[in-house]
């Protein structure tokens, strides 16, 4: 675990640290799924795709608030007092992977927010001078201002994707905003180092858009948006081979990929984990201390999908080190990578179960 003082100290002292955010104080699902503790792996760790739920289609009203560079659009539901789940979601997805989470855990007693990530639906950068960055610390450093907007003190951090990177950063250099954490695919803090050495050739596949972005036919693609819709079609239709999702699905999400800054933001993720774009000299000291690796020690869940192609093998074996709290895995048979939307109740249970690790 990092201390305030230390990652104060890395980021400098008063209002050079404060301006980056991370920094300085703050004001019955599935019966199927089954919990169990790694490194036990088999069928009981397993949830059967026939549990999945779709009972939802739209969150009741999207919010905004201002916190930090960013207007915030985010969906709500929940008693206002209750304790706090705040779900993030991947790419190329939206708010949407949560429309049957949310409700189930709001009848919990859970006050659940899902926050557009920058770039997508309709959150906004408040100038257009801000850079349209995506490096990992700055969608963290979102995550606290929108709770620091929000006056919510800790929150459970749920996510996927682009989600569990960031749910992982904030609990791992701010563990007292983090009560517990549900994370996908792990540890998935990105270690831009790594990056730099090939991987084996089957895993290269998957990562195909990767490289895309990294060229300008990429880049003039993701500004098209006809190109633009048939490319994330695509990428839901291969990461997700088992969910059986209709066009009305897909495109209550794509429509959030229409904000103005969704493009830039992307490429800019994606070109800067690649070592190919810069991020901005104020998170250095964050990526300083995420090139370490640091250890996570709040009470963690860590969920793989069996029929993700990005899943690492080895049950979780891989990353179990960088969780030092009370601690849980899970694999889920039959699904792929858009894991709480296609496996709602699971997910659900996974945060119920790791608020009370």
Same mark, same amino acid.
């Given at each position: 675990? @990092?201390?305030?003082?230390?990652?104060?100290k890395a980021l400098g002292v008063g209002a050079g640290a404060?301006?980056?955010?991370?920094a300085g104080p703050a004001s019955a699902a599935d019966a199927a799924a089954v919990p169990t503790t790694t490194p036990a792996p088999g069928p009981a760790t397993r949830t059967n795709p026939a549990t999945r739920t779709a009972a939802h289609t739209a969150f009741p009203? @999207?919010?905004q608030i201002k916190a930090g560079v960013l207007d915030v659009g985010y969906a709500e539901l929940g008693p206002a007092h209750g304790p706090v789940v705040i779900c993030l979601h991947g790419w190329p997805y939206d708010i949407h992977s949560y429309v049957d989470v949310a409700p189930l855990l709001a009848e919990r007693g859970y006050r659940v927010i899902v926050p557009y990530l920058r770039g997508h639906g309709t959150t906004r950068f408040l100038s257009d001078r801000t850079f349209r960055n995506a490096q990992q610390s700055a969608i963290a450093v979102d995550v606290i201002a929108l709770m620091d907007a929000l006056k919510i003190h800790r929150a459970v951090l749920a996510g996927f994707d682009w989600g569990s990177r960031t749910a992982d950063i904030v609990a791992a250099l701010r563990p007292e905003r983090c009560k517990a954490l549900v994370s996908v695919s792990g540890y998935l803090v990105t270690d831009r180092e790594a990056n730099l050495k090939p991987l084996a050739p089957k895993a290269e596949l998957a990562w195909w858009y990767?490289?895309?972005f990294s060229t300008e036919r990429g880049r003039l693609a993701m500004e098209d948006k006809t190109l633009r819709h048939d490319l994330t079609r695509l990428v839901w239709d291969t990461v997700s081979p088992t969910w059986d999702f209709d066009d009305a699905t897909f495109e209550r999400t794509a429509a959030a990929f229409d904000n103005p800054d969704y493009a830039a933001v992307v490429v800019h993720n994606y070109r800067w984990r690649l070592s190919l774009a810069d991020g901005e000299r104020r998170y250095d000291g964050l990526e300083k201390l995420l090139a370490a690796r640091p250890t996570i020690g709040v009470p963690t869940i860590t969920l793989d999908a069996e029929r993700d192609p990005f899943t690492a093998p080895g049950g979780g074996t891989s990353y179990r080190d960088r969780f030092t709290g009370p601690y849980e895995h899970r694999t889920l048979a039959g699904i792929g990578h858009n894991v709480p939307q296609e496996a709602p109740a699971a997910f659900a249970q996974a945060v119920v179960d790791a608020d009370r690790l």
């Open positions: 675990m @990092i201390n305030r003082r230390s990652f104060g404060a301006a980056v955010g991370l009203r @999207i919010k990767q490289y895309y």
